[in-house]
């Protein structure tokens, strides 16, 4: 080992004398040469342990840093799954003291048998013991019922159809858990098993990237996380495909973990359905239903809907005696009507410009208005391109044409008109027009040179781009 301090203590004294220069010189290039083979390999086996590739910085400017200079202390958001036990696994396996944290976010003894939060923790636990890690259990369920839950329950009955796994990840997960690992754990950072990654910006900010596995990419429900919140984030499974995960866990000896039914169900649900949860906490409103046949023609049906907060636009409507597949076009709260047409290519059900609110840029800088960037507003679909506009800028965008073969009652629903956009508000017109676009749903925008995530907002409003149509008569509810 070279040693350098009666080098530094010289150059201390400001007097350098000939005979140190060489010795300088050679220690300054070897310092050189090895920053510099850090950097560029970053470690290929850190590369393939975590999946975080070079981007990871210090804590101290906004990241964590890489494991070839400084192990961490890393707080695992763990389930009892396959991927956050792999996540537990990497990250251990990359030298890093890790703890495994349990998150109860639903009191199953209000709603007996409707979660397994009791198996879910056993499970971690067993997990935790066999890879020699602690494990934590923390309870967030005031938190969730006042951050996540009754927002849910606001948005469906204001008509709306909400995300949880969005506000999860946002008030949950890199919320409460990640202020609090940090702060009572003394963690440098958290980490889940979600298939995501993190890079850069082209200002070098943290950003979020979609996952390599593009069948189980979940950036969608992370998108809007500011940077100062993904430094402080690891995703040690976003650079693997699901089939690789499954691998490392079974040659790891969890084949039991590895063979389990994947999970795409909401916590306070359940097993339960989703339809028959929700009527024990939003009355049910039955109402009349209306079916637009044609862009000329509708017709009151025969059954009644049993309340708008069970619909969603877009959904396929069951209805009786109809020749057509039908879709739940628009729901009428003021008259309590719900509006289905026939046939998926209706012009009501096609969107060519959203309005979102609560919009969460990932940096302070959010993308020039009028630009063109890619968009989600469904999980796993294939992006939009569409342009940003943004409060700042004018003209607005031209007020929405629909069709008036709705009759009067209609233009409340289909014909209303945007008014100025505030300050978390944000407009994005499609190049081509889309179906089936969701209220209540996030809408995601990406760069399209670098595909990273600029941020994300929430769906209030749709509008198609169609010509008017010739009034018809309405029918009489």
């Known amino acids: 080992q070279i040693k350098t301090a009666p080098l530094f203590q010289v150059l201390e004294s400001g007097t350098v004398p000939v005979y140190f220069v060489p010795h300088i010189l050679c220690i300054t290039m070897w310092r050189l040469a090895r920053h510099a083979w850090s950097a560029s390999n970053c470690s290929t086996a850190g590369r393939t342990r975590l999946g975080c590739g070079c981007q990871l910085r210090?804590?101290?400017?906004?990241?964590?840093?890489?494991?070839?200079?400084?192990?961490?202390?890393?707080?695992?958001?763990?389930?009892?799954g396959v991927d956050s036990t792999v996540a537990a696994i990497l990250l251990k396996d990359a030298g890093h003291k890790v703890i495994g944290v349990f998150m109860r976010n639903w009191d199953e003894l209000d709603e007996a048998g409707a979660c397994t939060s009791e198996a879910e923790y056993h499970r971690v636990h067993v997990v935790c013991s066999r890879l020699g890690i602690e494990c934590l259990q923390v309870d967030y369920i005031k938190e969730y019922w006042n951050s996540v839950f009754s927002e849910i329950l606001t948005g469906y009955t204001t008509g709306l159809t909400p995300n949880p796994d969005v506000l999860c990840n946002r008030h949950i997960k890199f919320g409460h858990f990640l202020q609090e690992a940090t702060e009572r754990l003394g963690v440098d950072c958290v980490a889940t098993g979600h298939y995501a990654r993190i890079t850069a910006d082209s200002n070098g900010h943290p950003a979020l990237a979609r996952g390599a596995d593009?069948?189980?990419?979940?950036?969608y429900f992370l998108a809007g996380l500011p940077s100062s919140v993904l430094a402080r984030?690891?995703?040690?499974?976003?650079?693997?495909?699901?089939?690789?995960?499954?691998?490392?866990?079974?040659?790891?000896?969890?084949?039991?973990?590895?063979?389990?039914?994947?999970?795409?169900?909401?916590?306070?649900?359940?097993?339960?359905?989703?339809?028959?949860?929700?009527?024990?906490?939003?009355?049910?409103?039955?109402?009349?239903?209306?079916?637009?046949?044609?862009?000329?023609?509708?017709?009151?049906?025969?059954?009644?809907?049993?309340?708008?907060?069970?619909?969603?636009?877009?959904?396929?409507?069951?209805?009786?005696?109809?020749?057509?597949?039908?879709?739940?076009?628009?729901?009428?709260?003021?008259?309590?009507?719900?509006?289905?047409?026939?046939?998926?290519?209706?012009?009501?059900?096609?969107?060519?410009?959203?309005?979102?609110?609560?919009?969460?840029?990932?940096?302070?800088s959010p993308p020039p208005c009028g630009s063109s960037v890619h968009i989600q507003f469904r999980h796993l679909q294939a992006p939009f391109v569409g342009r940003v506009r943004l409060p700042t800028q004018t003209p607005r965008l031209t007020p929405r044409c629909l069709p008036k073969f709705i009759g009067n009652v209609p233009n409340r629903v289909f014909d209303k008109e945007w008014g100025p956009l505030s300050n978390d508000e944000v407009e994005i017109r499609l190049d081509e027009q889309?179906?089936?676009?969701?209220?209540?749903?996030?809408?995601?925008?990406?760069?399209?040179?670098?595909?990273?995530?600029?941020?994300?907002?929430?769906?209030?409003?749709?509008?198609?781009?169609?010509?008017?149509?010739?009034?018809?008569?309405?029918?009489?509810l």
């Open 58 to 80: 210090s804590v101290a400017s906004g990241g964590v840093q890489n494991s070839e200079f400084r192990k961490l202390r890393v707080a695992v958001g763990m389930s009892g």
């Open 434 to 476: 889309a179906v089936a676009v969701t209220p209540g749903q996030a809408v995601v925008m990406y760069d399209m040179a670098n595909h990273v995530c600029l941020g994300s907002a929430s769906i209030v409003d749709t509008a198609p781009t169609m010509q008017c149509q010739a009034n018809v008569q309405w029918p009489e």
């Open 233 to 364: 984030v690891l995703f040690p499974i976003g650079h693997m495909a699901k089939e690789d995960v499954k691998a490392l866990a079974r040659s790891r000896g969890f084949k039991d973990i590895a063979a389990q039914k994947e999970s795409m169900g909401i916590c306070f649900i359940g097993k339960r359905n989703f339809r028959s949860f929700l009527q024990e906490y939003v009355e049910n409103k039955p109402g009349p239903i209306v079916v637009h046949k044609s862009e000329k023609k509708c017709e009151l049906h025969r059954e009644t809907h049993d309340g708008l907060h069970l619909f969603t636009i877009g959904q396929r409507a069951l209805l009786s005696g109809m020749s057509a597949r039908c879709f739940v076009a628009a729901k009428d709260l003021e008259h309590n009507t719900l509006h289905i047409v026939q046939g998926g290519d209706h012009v009501v059900l096609k969107t060519a410009a959203i309005l979102a609110r609560d919009v969460r840029w990932t940096s302070d």
């Open 214 to 219: 593009r069948s189980k990419d979940q950036a």
